[in-house]
């Protein structure tokens, strides 16, 4: 296509692509809430999934671009068809991030405190060194300083978004071959910091799954999410109710049909199945093995970590009574819930996530 280019998003400064001008617009093609997260300044955000409602100017240039190419490709391609004059910009935000954003240049003149507080993150896979920080975080003193150490690289990401979302500062921050070293200094909670308001900022899942694996997706969603000054609530649903449960289990009187699903159902969530090659729980017993090799938490520890950061944990009882799930057999953490209460949570959430 003749009017349609590729370029890497670092053949053009920082400076050029915000400053694109009249003839030339900046549009990022990622979801509203990557966009939220950072964004090149005057980028207009219109996400790949509703790309064919743009109603663009014919007599300018568009640079399009995503997270890291794929779906900036895809839009690319679409709007060219239409005769549109197309720059696709490869690499996408995650490049223009490494190159361009390391820490805020208001905190650069930020002095590295001697006395500050060490903790070593290694082995540790996400969400946990965010997580983990986040807490430590909030226990520290305003001006305060904590260094952290952690071999899981999307932690170099990871915090620099949790730091933009929540106003604290980083003040050094270094990856090396083998791990991330990141100082952050504890701010005041202005109106940049992390509050948990009644505004549209929060974040709902729906747990209608009953497989370990999606269960341990939504839980390392939810706790990222909070570790990011997010009002977070799960909405536990029919097979979902599973990784509720307690982690021994409960004896309780069932009649009927109560029976009948219960000798079906998990008696606790480490004995779900996972969504692939479960081979009669084989495949549960080769994913509990490799996520212990490889140092990711387990549901319960992910339950336990949701609890701590005050997720709301709500089951749903009207899932209970047709299931046979009685209230001993779930965690006393958990709320029960009708579907009135979880649509309420959906108005102070910028996103909905149903697994």
Known sequence: ??????????????????????????????????????????????????????????????????????????ASEFLASKGLSIVNLDGGYTAYAEKNISFSDEQTDIRMQEDRKVINYS?????????????????????????????????YSDVKSWAAQTGHA???????????????????????????????????????????????????????????????????????????KQNKKVKVKKRGMEKLFDLFLPSTPVNMPISKMNMFGLGNLMMRFIMKKKNVDMLPSLLEQAIKQDIRLMACTMSMDVMGIKKEELRKEAEFVGVGTYIGETQKAAHNLFI
């Not at 915000?18 to 300044?41: F, M, P, T």
């Not at 509050?195 to 990222?224: M, R, Y």
Request: aromatic share 8%.
């Open 1 to 74: 296509m003749a009017n349609y280019q590729t370029k890497h998003i670092n053949n053009f400064s920082q400076k050029e692509l915000e400053a694109l001008g009249e003839n030339r617009q900046l549009l990022d093609v990622r979801e509203e809430s990557e966009y939220e997260l950072g964004h090149i300044n005057h980028a207009q955000n219109f996400p790949l999934s509703t790309i064919e409602t743009l109603y663009p100017k014919e007599d300018i240039t568009y640079y399009v671009h995503c997270k890291s190419g794929k779906r900036s490709q895809q």
């Open 123 to 155: 082995g540790m896979q996400c969400p946990g060194p965010i997580v983990n920080l986040n807490m430590e975080v909030q226990q520290l003193e305003i001006g305060k300083q904590i260094e952290v150490k952690v071999t899981d690289f999307g932690f």
């Open 170 to 244: 980083i003040v050094d921050l270094e990856q090396n071959s083998d791990h991330v070293k990141a100082i952050v200094q504890k701010q005041p909670q202005d109106k940049n910091g992390m509050k948990v308001t009644e505004s549209a900022n929060g974040t709902t899942i729906v747990l209608f799954s009953g497989e370990l694996d999606k269960a341990i997706a939504a839980l390392i969603i939810a706790n990222g999410a909070r570790a990011a000054g997010r009002e977070v609530s799960i909405f536990f649903t029919f097979w979902g109710l599973n990784a509720l």
